[in-house]
């Protein structure tokens, strides 16, 4: 119970956040990476734009290594942004560059829509698997001793209006169809449910 300062307890911060992954990988990651180095505290970031979306079933082909890379790659030279600012950045990085193309990014948050609409099954459909997930990584933190925290992070059309504007004049949608809180108060539900504390960003 005795209380520590900062003087006399010191804290590592392992940052194991790893691009393109989702909840499924999650489990994993914890245990395979982790538990090794015997944390207090573990915090799980989910992402409100795609981790709902990364719960499906790859499609066939993308099990292949190569013509997942082989996508990539395509992909990349499809909606890179080709502007003379990202060949400066080859060699300087710019922060306020963008990465794709205004039109991809717009295509990206139109299919993103989905989770907020409420007569959508695909919320229902995908979050119990996301909370599969977080149950087996919060029983693993209970056996081995470890706090678990939740982060849920925004996807810029949660937290922009202007965005909103452009996304639903792109799908021809009113207003009142979506409900852009409607995947964090599932989760808060959730989570809430389970005692597992959470920080909801939005």
Known sequence: DKMNTASDRHVDIL????????????????????LPLKPDAALICVFVGNDFGQTSPKPLLLH??????????????RYVEPTSRHVSSLSQYIDEAPSFSEAYFLEVETMRTEVYDQSSPMLSERLPPV?????????????????????LIPDELQVSPELQERVLEKIGADKDKLDFDRPNKRLAEELSARNIRYLDVL
């Open 15 to 34: 940052n194991m956040g790893i691009a393109a992954t989702g909840p499924r990988e999650y489990f994993s990651i914890m245990v395979k990476e982790a």
């Open 64 to 77: 292949s290594w190569v013509v997942s890379a082989a996508k990539y790659v395509v992909d990349w030279l």
């Open 131 to 151: 909370m599969t997930k977080i149950d087996e990584i919060k029983t693993v933190c209970e056996h081995n001793g470890i706090q678990l925290f939740v982060m």
